[in-house]
């Protein structure tokens, strides 16, 4: 029978999210000015449809961003770093409408997204205000456990000290 999912703390899930805007602000800001600047380097002036392109792209960008990888993984590359998951209530994945609502809610609203984060304070799920409302849990991800690990003849064996020879007690 598998443990039990451990809910994600505040520390752990506020440490994603800067990972996740320090990522979204790099990248905001490469979609943002490098079409234009490329452009001038070619031709000497960027038409004024690049930086709307690139403005609109820029501006899109943290919802696709947050919604496929909630709705593919479960994990924005700050959840891998931290080794969270978000999860629909149930336990299954979560589905990209919900993942979608759930992005905009906080792209919408972000004072209100972290203020209702200290609700994993008290809450004993350690659950959000939105995630209650999106019918969401961020767990950490259980950790893997090999099957080789302390088998005999495996590579991750462990031998006892000061013996070298296989076999010997």
Known sequence: MPAPERHAGLVSRLS???VDVVILTVVGLAVSTLPSVAWEQLTGTAPGWVNGVSAVVAAV???LYFTLSWAT????PGDILLGLVVRHRDGGRVGLLQAGLRAFGGLLLPPLWLV??????WNPERRAWHD???RTVVCYVPPRHPASVGTAGSAGSVRSQGTDRPGAA
């Open 132 to 134: 209650r409302l999106f």
């Open 16 to 18: 994603a999210l800067t």
């Open 116 to 121: 209702g984060m200290l609700a994993v304070l």
């Open 73 to 76: 993984t479960g994990q924005t």
């Open 61 to 63: 960008l943290p919802f």
